[in-house]
């Protein structure tokens, strides 16, 4: 149960962290791109899997949720 949580914490974090400093950064540049629909949306996700505020955010999040997720287990 332990690593399902640990799993479930990092899918959560990097969720949080695409949504929380990506969303203005990834629809700053659809204006000026050519491309349109999906095909915008995906290169801003993209754009945002290599930028470092986003693994800093996301390892920050885990963190976080790591911490609180262990946080109450003690009684038993």
């Excluded at 695409?18 to 969303?23: D, E, N, T, Y």
């Excluded at 990834?26 to 629909?37: D, L, N, V, W, Y």
């Excluded at 920050?60 to 287990?73: P, Q, S, V, Y």
Aim: charge should be positive; include cysteine.
């Amino acid at each position: 149960m332990g690593y399902f949580k640990g799993v479930l914490t990092a899918i959560t974090a990097l969720f949080l962290a695409q949504c929380a400093p990506g969303s203005w950064s990834m629809f700053r540049g659809i204006s000026q791109e050519k491309a349109t629909g999906l095909a915008a949306v995906a290169g801003g996700f993209l754009e945002a899997l290599f930028s470092p505020l986003f693994w800093l955010v996301a390892g920050l999040l885990f963190a976080l949720l790591f911490a609180a997720g262990r946080f109450g287990n003690k009684a038993r």
